[in-house]
């Protein structure tokens, strides 16, 4: 497959520890954010989002809190599995005249051994 | 339901040609985006479209165009292609719920381009 991304800040975990991802974000005034997750050689896929009015949201194996304060975002992945490696992507949306656009982070790279 | 579809997966260009790459959705998304990713970048946004007969520059439009004559297409043009514009180009659309939230941004698989 190609690489997403070279140099990339990459987690190795052990298949069925718990993985968390981190994400810092750039503006104070974003109101919405997602991660994505993107395998060798396919597009990003939606994992979880979260707006900015709450701190925490759980998905399917999947949590992302989000601590604005520090504007900080997690991923936090339960029981990680082999199938789960890939590049983590966060995002954040920057309301700009009217219309929304995000922003993307640069992406962390996820191998689980098993 | 297909979701979002990109033409052509794979295309090699000279320096100089032109090309049009096209993303297609049925999920009758308002909002469609056009991406490149290179390695140690991200994602950067190159132009997108907040409805049919709409378009605005992104963070790297220089040497794209794009169109959008039907709400469920949306065009990337590239005029005289160089080998700066080798990258993959993703596309992407999203609703807009009243109040102007935008939502999830739905990819497709990619158009992996080089230019020679």
């Known amino acids: 497959g190609e690489s997403v991304g070279l140099h990339l800040p990459t987690l190795s975990v052990q298949e069925g520890d718990n993985s968390i991802i981190n994400c810092a974000y750039s503006n104070s005034a974003s109101d919405y954010f997602i991660w994505y997750k993107q395998e060798s050689g396919k597009g990003p896929q939606f994992i979880i989002d979260?707006?900015?009015?709450?701190d925490k949201r759980q998905g399917q194996r999947v949590t992302v809190l989000l601590n604005k304060t520090v504007k900080h975002l997690s991923l936090q992945i339960a029981a990680t599995q082999p199938g789960d490696s890939a590049v983590y992507f966060c995002?954040?949306?920057?309301?700009?005249?009217?219309?929304?656009?995000?922003?993307f982070g640069k992406g962390t790279m996820l191998l689980v051994s098993p | 339901n297909a979701g979002v579809t990109q033409t052509p997966k794979f295309r090699v260009l000279k320096t100089g040609q032109s090309m049009t790459l096209l993303c297609a959705q049925d999920m009758n998304h308002e909002y469609m985006y056009w991406y490149r990713q290179d390695p140690g970048m991200g994602l950067r946004l190159i132009h997108y479209s907040v409805g049919e007969g709409t378009t605005a520059k992104g963070e790297v439009p220089d040497g794209y165009n794009v169109s959008r004559l039907k709400k469920q297409n949306f065009l990337l043009g590239l005029e005289s292609a160089a080998p700066s514009q080798t990258s993959v180009y993703f596309c992407?659309?999203?609703?807009?719920?009243?109040?102007?939230?935008?939502?999830?941004?739905?990819f497709g698989p990619g158009t992996r381009l080089l230019v020679l």
């Open positions: 995002a954040e949306n920057l309301p700009n005249s009217g219309y929304s656009t995000l922003t």
């Open positions: 979260i707006r900015s009015n709450m």
């Open positions: 992407a659309s999203s609703y807009l719920f009243s109040g102007g939230y935008q939502e999830t941004q739905y």
